[in-house]
């Protein structure tokens, strides 16, 4: 093998040319036919619709602060004005209780959700979340941030209705 001759560097420029240019059009053609990012109208990592919610842990209860057990399910509605609306089914050391809940949440400079929300029934707690977003916002993971509490919470949401969009 010997030294490469002009004609085949010349081609083989051609080629890299051709190469970069296609992958350049690719991605500005991608980006205006939202294939290069969330597709729903929806901005990355921010709720928006309704989540079936689940909670599991343990909560302090009474004046002792024991932990007991806790276990949740439910749905939430994340508004774009930052507001929060639900109905969940909790067992608390085995007692079950159906409560709706209001609250608020914002983004912060993370990226991450702080959230909080007062129980409208059951025990008529206010809780207090720090919670995670996927990039497309369709499932969010968190825990509770009230000293004691030791709770997660997975949120799915399917395809959000035209008026949650």
């Not at 209780?97 to 129980?119: L, R």
Request: glycine share 14%; net charge negative.
């Amino acid at each position: 093998m010997g030294k490469p001759s002009i004609a085949s560097l010349i081609i083989a420029r051609k080629w890299l040319v051709l190469v970069a240019a296609s992958m350049g059009l690719y991605l500005v053609l991608a980006a205006d036919r939202g294939l290069a990012q969330d597709d729903q109208g929806i901005k990355p990592g921010v709720p928006n619709g309704t989540y079936a919610s689940h909670s599991t842990g343990y909560i302090p209860l009474g004046p002792s602060g024991s932990l007991v057990p806790l276990a949740a399910a439910g749905h939430i509605t994340y508004s774009a004005d930052g507001t929060t609306s639900g109905v969940f089914t909790g067992s608390i050391n085995g007692q079950i209780s159906t409560f709706p809940v209001h609250g608020t949440w914002t983004i912060n400079p993370d990226g991450s959700i702080s959230e909080t929300d007062v129980q409208a029934g059951g025990p008529g707690l206010t809780l207090h979340f720090k919670k995670y977003p996927t990039l497309d916002g369709n499932t969010i993971t968190g825990v509770q941030s009230d000293p004691g509490s030791i709770v997660s919470v997975v949120e799915t949401r399917g395809s959000p209705a035209a008026n949650e969009q």
